[in-house]
Nanobody, 116 residues
Framework: QVQLVESGGGLVQAGGSLRLSCAASGTLFSINTMGWYRQAPGKQRELVASITRGGIANYAGSAKGRSTISRDNAKNTVNLQMNTLKPEDTAVYYC??????????WGQGTQVTVSS
């Protein structure tokens, strides 16, 4: 069974940093694009950042300049380093991976709370 497991969420003060990690496990075929989305209470899920297998990164407006996405293809992991966090970054963050023959696979989510 293929699954994604996220870690690294938590409570941080405004201006602080967090590093989210996501690992894919199970019998895996090729993993294409990986990324992070977030969903705040009462809002739609939105893209934070994504990265192709070749390492090309794409950032949503809210993350630009404050976040860095990276991946390790050998370990099937993707990380999101978030800096200068703001209270409006508070959300559940989800890892997603596009996996050959499976399609998009989502993690269970990890809570990030930024206090003012």
């Amino acid at each position: 069974q293929v699954q994604l497991v996220e870690s690294g969420g938590g409570l941080v003060q405004a201006g602080g940093s967090l590093r989210l990690s996501c690992a894919a496990s199970g019998t895996l075929f090729s993993i294409n694009t990986m990324g992070w989305y977030r969903q705040a209470p009462g809002k739609q899920r939105e893209l934070v950042a994504s990265i192709t297998r070749g390492g090309i990164a794409n950032y949503a407006g809210s993350a630009k300049g404050r976040s860095t996405i990276s991946r390790d293809n050998a370990k099937n992991t993707v990380n999101l380093q978030m800096n200068t966090l703001k209270p409006e970054d508070t959300a559940v963050y989800y890892c997603v991976a596009n996996i050959a023959t499976i399609g998009d696979l989502w993690g269970q989510g990890t809570q990030v709370t930024v206090s003012s």
